[in-house]
Every structure is written in structure tokens, then in C-alpha cells.
């Protein structure tokens, strides 16, 4: 890249642009004085005069500039670094504490399971009674039927008689 300066004879002087050159004021003058204009590159004498004093002012300003802008992106970028370190931090607490829970459920789950298995017999033997119980309860309705239905007769019977 080329920066371009105006001389004080007003023409126009590139210079290559070069950090370590930009840097040091004094060398940004020194290469303004010591740059020979060229012929393609002239400007109108309208253009105004730039001393190398107020050249090395601007490059003062622009570094400081450019200092500003990369000292904002690297803070920027170090905060964000930090809040997804903080986010990553917080994500992994979250789940380690999930994976507690899981591990208490499981253990949990595993007792109900072994309680469920020890009363199996017993609940085999309630349905087995249950269904007595309801066998029970069917002859009980055919014998209320049954005394009922001799009742009947034996009260016709008595009329009779």
C-alpha cells in the first residue's frame, strides 16, 4: 500500500505505507522531505500545502487512531472470549447438576423396581383372592335367587294346604 502526501511545492509524493515508518514521526518527515515528486503524480496548485511538520501531526493522529480502533477489537474480542468462557463455565455447572439429578433418578428407579419385584407375590396372591371373592360373590348370588325361588314355593305351597 501508498500513501499519498502532498509536498509543499504542490505536487503530489507517494510513499510506501510501512508501519514501522508511520511510527516514528520524525522518519515520516524525513521520507516526505526526501521523496522526489514525480512527474504522473502532480497535483493543481490548487491543492494545499502540507508541511512535513503538520504530516507528521496527521500520522501522530492516525496512529493513535489506528491504536485506539485495535486496542477496542481486542478488548471486544477479550470480553467476548471472557462472557463465552463464563456461558461455557455456567453450561457445564448446569449440566453436571442435571447429570446428579439423572444419577439420583436412576438410583431411585431402581429401589422402586426392586420394592415393586418384592411385593409381586403378594399382589399375585390379592388377585388370586380377588378372583375368589368375586367367584364367592356369583354362587352367593345364585343361592339368593335359589332361596328365593323356594321361598316362593313353599309359600304357595302353604296356601294350598
Known amino acids: 500500500p501508498v500513501i499519498f502526501l502532498s509536498s509543499s511545492n504542490d505536487t503530489l509524493c507517494a510513499l510506501p505505507l510501512c508501519l514501522s515508518t508511520m ?3 520524525a522518519g515520516v518527515a524525513a521520507a516526505v522531505a526526501a521523496e522526489e515528486p514525480q512527474e504522473s503524480q502532480t497535483i493543481s496548485k490548487d491543492a494545499p500545502a502540507n508541511t512535513p511538520a503538520k504530516v507528521a501531526d496527521l500520522s501522530r493522529d492516525l496512529f493513535a487512531h489506528i491504536h485506539d480502533y485495535l486496542e477496542s477489537e481486542t478488548t471486544n474480542t477479550c470480553d467476548e472470549y471472557a462472557l463465552l468462557t463464563k456461558l461455557n463455565d455456567l453450561t457445564t455447572e448446569e449440566y453436571k447438576d442435571m447429570s446428579t439429578m439423572t444419577s439420583q433418578l436412576n ?3 431402581k429401589r422402586l423396581n426392586s420394592k415393586y419385584a418384592e411385593l409381586e407375590p403378594f399382589l399375585a396372591q390379592i388377585d388370586a383372592i380377588e378372583a375368589s371373592v368375586d367367584s364367592l360373590h356369583e354362587a352367593a348370588k345364585q343361592l339368593d335367587g335359589y332361596s328365593r325361588r323356594l321361598d ?3 309359600k304357595e305351597i302353604s296356601k294350598k294346604s
Do not use: P
Request: no cysteine; net charge negative; charged share 35%.
Open 23 to 25: 511510527a516514528d514521526s
Open 107 to 109: 438410583a431411585e428407579v
Open 152 to 154: 316362593a314355593k313353599f
